[in-house]
């Protein structure tokens, strides 16, 4: 009887306790009492609350979970340095024939808070690298690694200890020794030493460094249809060089964007049996000889856009890459080839390339021609360009200047300083052209042409409390100025002429609307140009969180005409949002042209310079 009584009674507790579960109520309710620095972490870690929607928990089962909580939450407090908590269970058992569940009470005072006393790193040296192998620079070399890592130590003495910071500050130490010289490196050993009475922790980290390392000879692997050393020279992996991560992915950037592969993937061979001439394999799948794309697009500065492109990546016979574009818009139809050599082992590579242009110009219909020829060299951060060029323009209208054509040899240099190629958000760019040479019709007729541009992009305090990930506000400048130097009666070609306005120039105003005009006020082409813009870009944050979007005001500036004393300007300001897409920078921006006294919307994908 007392065996059905008890089974009985066991029934009674299961029903009840699947009508609970059925009616959604939790086996207990849990409520923790602590501050806000510590109540997340144990709301959500600790182990008691995987329990809460088991059926059918029985007391004696609930007793079994509370005794192991007080552990587990000292130990989830310790994670985030707190290592003389004061802890207090309270168990509530339901009113007798309620069902509502136990009440379970965790009551934290977490205490002080345990702070770094100090933090020694150490070098465990192995023989390998050259550098510190000598007898004479082994302590000064070492000396000076161990000085860097310590002044870069994500955790000096002062910070709140936890267990996250340490890991993370560990991992970026050995980081830095992986990313230069030292890719095998790994922790050897560490040591978090703390007193929880006098809530200061000892840190202790030990790196083996490993063997340094240093480029060997590029091996690729993949290559059917291009040849394996035209790899090597698009790489421009710096053999012989110390190990550089950087440089490794500068390396694969080259070859993914050269057009000839539509995967690479680069890595060190740190299996390899000597260190200091390690190969690097580049895992390529070549692209396809020829392709075909069309394109459509849309501008605010010329409407709707449609184009086609055909890319041969290896001419029969002569065996550069072609790069053959026709584009449609509402003010401008081109026709255009180019044509490239594989590098040279010093970089330089020949082209050739031909365009055929019809552009409305304000009232004149323009049809122009251009032939290019020579050599250009790009490395990481410049690029330089050698080339002779021929200029043809035909222009139809009333009273339009007369058919012009001009040879001339050209020079330009581009400096790109960004810290991101496609997103910059500091650093500074710079390009200078000059050329020279003589209009070949109506008459001949000596000139030289230079342009200069300048931006720089200037951060300024930052707004989050994460400096690591946060995005300053800054100021984006710009500048421009170009100068046509010839006789005031030579007639030259209009593709030797300035003219701006648009959305990467002058906003408020429409696409190259900005010029000097002729005797019956027609816009032209004109001899100088200047051009000048502010911005302030200030990056969004939403409570308290950085988002992929800024706002922008600026005030833009140009003028051109055919003397220097005739420039006047047209001033556009407005403001915009940015939005920081996985390709570049969206931008939408409304500017209203003070000159025109009209509002202008301009869009725009991506940087360029």
Known sequence: MLLCLTGCSSWLRQDEGEAAQAAGQDAFTLDVQAPDTVRETLERHLELQRFRQLPDLQAHELQRLLGNTEANARELLGTLGYFAPRIELELRPPPDGARTPPFV?????????????????ALEHRPGDSALDSPDALPEARTRLQERLQAQWALPPGQVFTQSAWDNAKSAGLRQLQVQRY??????????????????????????????????????????????????????????????????????????????????????????????????????????????????????????????????????????RALSQLSLDAKAQRLGTEWTDLPGEDGWRSF???????????????????????????????????????????????????????????????????????????????????GGGSTLRPAHTPFVRTRVRWQSFIPTEGLAEDRSAARSPRLALRTEAGAVIARASAELPVGQLFLTGGDTTVRGYGYRSIGTQTRNQQLYGGRYLAVASLEWQQPLVHQGVLTDWESALFLDAGAVGDQLGALEPRVGVGAGVRWRSPVGPLQADLAYGVQSQSLRLHLRLGFSF
Do not use: C
């Not at 009470?105 to 790193?121: K, N």
């Not at 840190?203 to 480029?215: C, E, I, K, Q």
């Not at 190990?243 to 060190?268: H, I, K, N, P, T």
């Open 183 to 320: 890719p095998t490196a790994h922790i050897a050993n560490s040591l978090a030493d703390v007193d929880a009475d006098s809530q200061q922790a000892a840190l202790s980290v030990s790196y083996d460094t490993g063997p340094a390392y240093r480029f060997g000879p590029l091996q690729v692997q993949g290559s059917q249809r291009y040849d394996p050393d035209a790899a090597r020279r698009l790489a421009r992996l710096p053999t012989g060089a110390v190990y550089d991560e950087s440089a490794l992915l500068d390396a694969q950037l080259r070859l993914a964007q050269s057009g000839y592969y539509d995967a690479v993937f680069l890595a060190l061979d740190t299996e390899a049996p000597d260190p200091g001439n390690a190969p690097v394999v580049a895992q390529v799948r070549e692209a396809r000889l020829q392709k075909w794309v069309f394109g459509a697009g849309l501008s605010t500065d010329s409407g709707a856009r449609l184009s086609l492109e055909h890319t041969h990546n290896q001419l029969p016979a002569l065996g550069w």
């Open 352 to 434: 050739a390339s031909a365009q055929l242009l019809r552009e409305a110009t304000g009232p004149l219909d323009i049809r122009s021609a251009r032939l290019r020829a020579g050599q250009n060299q790009g490395t990481q951060r410049i690029d330089r360009t050698v080339f002779v060029q021929y200029d043809h323009a035909d222009s139809q209208g009333l009273n339009a200047p007369p058919t012009t054509t001009a040879l001339s040899l050209n020079y330009g240099w581009t400096g790109r300083y960004f810290d991101h190629p496609n997103a910059p958000t500091r650093g500074h760019g710079l390009a200078l052209e000059l």
């Open 105 to 121: 009470r965790l009551s934290v005072d977490p205490g002080p808070a345990t702070r770094i006393a100090s933090a020694t790193i």
